[in-house]
T-cell receptor, first 112, second 115 residues
């Protein structure tokens, strides 16, 4: 399975932008890049996903490198509620469907 | 509700007992996943069901663990002869798509404590 590498932790201040990096140098052409986050004592929630082009939604933006070997999740203005573990995952379709394997993620701390 | 529902939310059992954890996915979702998360750890993939295809059981840690999905909807994860290392939060997720673009919707989890 294609793996992702993320920093263990990052810190941010409230109202500032946050850039969460992810390396996936073994990505294949059919792998989608997914981001999930897990708030304390909750199940993970979907944030955003993309294939080749940069993506924006109400929660975040996803910037994908041209060679697709890395990506960055961008939170434009961090709030205290954004403190969570952020997981970058490669999701691949195959004949039997698609399992989703989580790594350890990045723990984001946000200070006021 | 419209989300993924899991029961029980908390389960305390004695070592050696069997436990069953239930997951009700979102209606119409063909894909269903089980994960577990030990304290302070990341998510560990257990098993994945997609429609009528054979499940991907590659993440089950031992033959004490099994899961079934009846009628393409409700799923039950069974742990036989529980051990203390089985203590964790067991998370279920469902997705409407078998493709790589489909997002997963997670339940709140079932917290299992084995004494």
């Amino acid at each position: 399975d294609a793996k992702t590498t993320q920093p263990n932790s990052m810190e941010s201040n409230e109202e500032e932008p946050v850039h969460l990096p992810c390396n996936h140098s073994t990505i294949s052409g059919t792998d989608y890049i997914h981001w999930y986050r897990q708030l304390p004592s909750q199940g993970p929630e979907y944030v955003i996903h993309g294939l080749t082009s940069n993506v924006n939604n109400r929660m975040a933006s996803l910037a994908i490198a041209e060679d697709r070997k890395s990506s960055t999740l961008i939170l434009h203005r961090a709030t205290l509620r954004d403190a969570a573990v952020y997981y970058c995952i490669l999701k691949r379709s195959n004949q039997a469907g698609t399992a989703l394997i989580f790594g350890k993620g990045t723990t984001l701390s946000v200070s006021s | 509700g419209a989300g993924v529902s899991q029961s029980p939310s908390n389960k305390v059992t004695e070592k050696g007992k069997d436990v069953e954890l239930r997951c009700d996915p979102i209606s119409g979702h063909t894909a269903l996943y089980w994960y577990r998360q030990s304290l302070g750890q990341g998510l560990e993939f257990l098993i994945y069901f997609q429609g009528n295809s054979a499940p991907d059981k590659s993440g089950l840690p031992s033959d004490r663990f099994s899961a079934e999905r009846t009628g393409g909807s409700v799923s039950t994860l069974t742990i036989q002869r529980t051990q203390q290392e089985d203590s964790a939060v067991y998370l279920c997720a469902s997705s409407h798509s078998r493709g790589a673009a489909g997002e997963l919707f997670f339940g709140e989890g079932s917290r299992l404590t084995v004494l």
